[in-house]
Nanobody, 128 residues
Framework: VQLQASGGGLVQVGGSLRLSCAAS????????VGWFRQGPGKEREFVAG???????YLLDSVKGRFTISRDNAKDTVYLQMNSLNSEDTAVYYC???????????????????????WGQGTLVTVSS
């Protein structure tokens, strides 16, 4: 399974971007999908996740600003990011898991280890 993340770019504070995650080799609709990010000098963090059945999780710092969703017809998972701020600057990775995953707090440390497939990352830069 290969994942392709896209949609990153340079945006001003307060702007929006929509990231997309598509898969080849297996239907994304049969996998739990997560978005992770790693900012400059920071640890990787789990930003959002969506289960096969549509359960979702959002990191507290992005609640109210980000939305994760699936379009099974297009076999794509989206991360809609609004009201972006400088803290959102990071490389964003989509990942997929055949396991159930976690979609509510507490999210266990090392949740990324549950994800079997990773995309190449897409850079989001928020400028002031």
């Amino acid at each position: 399974v290969q994942l392709q993340a896209s949609g990153g770019g340079l945006v001003q504070v307060g702007g929006s971007l929509r990231l997309s995650c598509a898969a080849s080799g297996r239907a994304l609709s049969s996998l739990g999908v997560g978005w992770f990010r790693q900012g400059p000098g920071k640890e990787r963090e789990f930003v959002a996740g969506i289960s096969i059945s549509g359960d979702t999780y959002l990191l507290d710092s992005v609640k109210g600003r980000f939305t994760i969703s699936r379009d099974n017809a297009k076999d794509t998972v989206y991360l809609q990011m609004n009201s972006l701020n400088s803290e959102d600057t990071a490389v964003y990775y989509c990942a997929a898991t055949i396991l159930k995953g976690y979609y509510s707090d507490p999210i266990p440390e090392g949740v990324g280890n549950l994800y079997h497939y990773w995309g190449q990352g897409t850079l989001v830069t928020v400028s002031s």
